[in-house]
């Protein structure tokens, strides 16, 4: 049994060189902005840092082609909005299907599973139409509002609520008078959040990275987001690279961020279980 749970010195190599391919894009990433365009041409390519990532950043803010200072204060408020209004909803709309009893509750669940598997792509042109009878085009409720619940996100939160919250808790929150929606807030979102925090991570980082709808509902050059802003960076003939790889880098930053919080909300959920168990 020790020998089953003991890592040798090929695991730990496998694991070694697996971390360094992963990181290594990011981290050249990081050294290009840091450098002149000429360094993209160098051979062998150059591995460590230079001294103009603060040249090149000012050089990025005062792009006026890609407004990106904007582009990450857009991103920055759809990307939150949409991951608290996931999370929560998803949550609660989890927690019902997951333990409430209600008619048509089967038959709902059913219609949510069935949104998931109708492509992106068909619903654009619909939708497009739809904010512009809203008048929201050009502006950022065009691109939250259809974001702000996910069927991917209600099934996931009902698989994981079947599992994580028995009804014997439950019924013991009812009998000491709580109701539905205290029992959703104090006894099931504490026992979701490591589902919570991985809906969390996967929402911020789609959302974020998101392209196809941005670029469809905002035609405005001066309210991008930060991949519409990414995108004017590389339009022309001629490409400054070391801006590119700069906005580049910058915009991956709240994703590494993000993704430590997250992470140790997802371990320390996982940690408490544990101890519980």
Do not use: H
Not at 85 to 96: I, K, R, Y
Not at 107 to 135: D, E, F, S
Not at 223 to 240: C, I
């Amino acid at each position: 049994m020790t020998r089953l749970w003991s890592a040798g010195r090929l695991t730990y190599a496998a694991l070694a060189l697996t971390a360094v391919l992963s990181i290594f894009p990011i981290y050249w990433m990081f050294v290009v902005a840091s450098r002149t365009s000429d360094a993209m041409g160098q051979v062998p390519p150059p591995v460590t840092p230079g001294g103009n990532l603060g040249a090149n950043i000012a050089r990025l803010f005062a792009n006026t082609d890609a407004y990106f200072l904007t582009g990450l204060i857009n991103s920055t408020i759809v990307a939150v909005s949409v991951t608290v209004s996931v999370v929560f909803f998803s949550t609660l709309a989890g927690f019902a299907f997951a333990k409430l009893r209600f008619r048509g509750r089967n038959a709902l669940l059913m219609v949510i599973i069935a949104t998931m598997m109708v492509p992106t792509q068909l619903g654009v042109i619909p939708l497009y139409m739809l904010m512009t009878k809203l008048n929201w085009n050009d502006r950022l409720p065009a691109v939250i509002v259809p974001a702000l619940v996910t069927g991917f996100g209600v099934f996931m939160m009902r698989q994981y609520a079947g599992q994580a919250v028995s009804n014997e808790l439950i019924e013991a929150a009812r009998v000491d008078g709580c109701n539905t929606a205290r029992i959703y807030w104090n006894v099931v979102l504490p026992a979701l959040r490591p589902a919570a925090a991985v809906l969390g991570l996967l929402t911020f980082m789609t959302t974020w990275n998101d392209f196809l709808w941005p670029y469809a509902v905002l035609n405005d050059p001066e309210n991008p987001t930060v991949q519409l802003s990414l995108r004017a960076l590389s339009d022309g003939y001629y490409q400054d690279m070391s801006q590119v790889f700069t906005g580049t880098a910058i915009a991956t930053l709240p994703l590494l961020l993000v993704f430590v919080v997250f992470g140790r909300q997802i371990i320390g959920g996982i940690m408490e279980g544990a101890v519980k168990a």
